[in-house]
T-cell receptor, first 112, second 115 residues
């Protein structure tokens, strides 16, 4: 079955880069997503990558995809206090609209 | 556009009570879905709909009913609430750009407590 795994916590110093990792098991994944959830709020789509790409950059965000190892990462450059949130990795498999499979989320903690 | 809206924001129920969580979107999205979020569990899909009149079960459908009479609305019904249904519920909607990609927009969530 489908499974998406993430570390539960990551602590970084303000100004450093944060790298949040995710592994997935379904090789038929078509799109992979990163969502951000701030306390008490809903999920905000940060970025996504199509499975035939290996990198996507969007301002401070860089997504790397290693399809062979089924490994996805999100790098946040120059981490700020506003980046403190839970980051969810999610995969979309096949076609249709049967929803996304989410990881449990990585809680990013920013140290001053 | 208001995006995806959910009501109520908070709700407390007693075991056995019924209620409906409302979800609406004004983006003319075909696809809508309900997730529940529990601590340490991530989000799990309850039910989804690919268009008006069409619904299907997700990963954790037991205890929940849905209907989709219009494109805009996708209510989630709890017929007899149980403490195990205490959770945060998110509604999401999405459009299809190329038949395979669905970028999901999430509502702000409903926090439900069942005593």
């Amino acid at each position: 079955g489908e499974d998406v795994e993430q570390s539960l916590f990551l602590s970084v110093r303000e100004g450093d880069s944060s790298v949040i990792n995710c592994t997935y098991t379904d090789s038929s994944s078509t799109y992979l997503y990163w969502y951000k959830q701030e306390p008490g709020a809903g999920l905000q789509l940060l970025t996504y990558i199509f499975s035939n790409m290996d990198m996507k950059q969007d301002q401070r965000l860089t997504v790397l995809l290693n399809k062979k190892d089924k490994h996805l990462s999100l790098r946040i450059a120059d981490t700020q206090t506003g980046d403190s949130a839970i980051y969810f990795c999610a995969e979309k498999t096949g076609g249709g609209a049967d929803g996304l499979t989410f990881g449990k989320g990585t809680h990013l903690i920013i140290q001053p | 556009n208001a995006g995806v809206t959910q009501t109520p924001k908070f709700q407390v129920l007693k075991t056995g009570q019924s209620m409906t969580l409302q979800c609406a979107q004004d983006m003319n999205h075909e696809y809508m879905s309900w997730y529940r979020q529990d601590p340490g569990m991530g989000l799990r899909l309850i039910h989804y709909s690919v268009g008006a009149g069409i619904t299907d079960q997700g990963e954790v459908p037991n205890g929940y009913n849905v209907s989709r009479s219009t494109t805009e609305d996708f209510p989630l019904r709890l017929l007899s609430a149980a403490p195990s249904q205490t959770s945060v519920y998110f509604c999401a909607s999405s459009y299809s750009r190329d038949g395979t990609h669905n970028e999901q927009c999430f509502g702000p969530g409903t926090r439900l407590t069942v005593l």
